[in-house]
């Protein structure tokens, strides 16, 4: 059955500014090649982001969209373009906005998938089911810098430093481009010294509470952004339980996803 969106109702759709971002970053096809002439990248594309979009299966795909295959729009997403997408709408966001960089860091559970795959574990929150788990950090306007699944039962804190190190250069102004916030903010749950020494030792300030002390008044407000952004991620249905086995494919649908908030900001921001 297919049913009638409006354009308002159809954020799958692929406009000419961002396709003119993301084409060149793909590879080229052969002008000459045996077999049939491969489904145009741009409809992939919107085939990949209704999928992202509406959880629906690869397999359900409904050709009558024009998207191609389910199968695919799935190869088309194993192409590993997306990480480099995020860093250039990232740069480009940079150049829009003048705050600095701050940034806050949690661990989020989606529910879990039926079909299991690399890096999960027994949640601990969930008797026992296998699941993955999103480590996310972002800066104080809710954009997310980078993300991280890792098995269920795997703690928040041993992500911090990958999740810090792993925040992509952030070109857009003059100097070199910035790869560390100038202060890092976590609850209790990221309590360690070792954690608050290696930050510093990276110049960067943290912001962290002690277990068995009070928390720092005003980080739950400021902190409050993380939760706002995982929240963001999750309005891509297909983020919300891992149904992709390959963590490669997972890891590239979140990509996608923080590229694509990147971009909305982007326009926000774009007289």
């Not at 003119?20 to 990248?41: F, H, M, N, T, Y």
């Not at 088309?76 to 150049?95: K, S």
């Not at 806050?104 to 027994?122: A, D, I, N, Q």
């Amino acid at each position: 059955m297919i049913h009638s969106w409006g354009v308002s109702d159809r954020p799958w759709i692929v406009d000419d500014a961002l396709w003119a971002v993301i084409e060149p970053l793909l590879p080229k096809w052969p002008k000459r090649s045996p077999g049939p002439r491969p489904v145009d990248d741009r409809r992939c594309l919107q085939g990949i982001l209704f999928v992202l979009y509406t959880e629906i299966s690869w397999q359900q795909l409904p050709l009558e969209l024009g998207f191609g295959s389910g199968q695919t729009c799935w190869r088309r997403l194993a192409r590993g373009v997306f990480d480099q997408l995020h860093r250039i709408l990232l740069a480009e966001l940079n150049v829009a906005r003048e705050d600095r960089l701050d940034a806050s860091l949690r661990g989020c559970l989606p529910r879990e998938g039926e079909k299991g795959g690399e890096v999960t574990g027994p949640s601990p929150v969930d008797r026992g089911k296998t699941g993955s788990k999103h480590n996310l950090i972002c800066d104080g306007n809710r954009t997310p810098l980078k993300a991280i699944t890792t098995a269920a039962n795997v703690n928040d804190v041993t992500q911090t430093l990958a999740l810090v190190d792993g925040v992509p250069p952030v070109a857009g102004r003059v100097g070199h481009p910035r790869k560390r916030p100038d202060a890092l903010l976590g609850d209790k749950g990221y309590d360690s010294d070792l954690i608050r020494h290696e930050l510093r030792k990276r110049r960067i300030l943290p912001v962290i509470s002690r277990k068995g002390s009070p928390s720092i008044k005003g980080l739950g407000k400021l902190r409050y952004v993380v939760d706002q952004t995982f929240a963001l991620l999750h309005q891509f249905k297909r983020l919300t339980i891992r149904w992709e086995r390959r963590l490669d494919l997972h890891n590239a649908l979140v990509s996608l996803a923080s590229g694509l908030i990147c971009w909305r900001r982007l326009k926000h921001h774009t007289p």
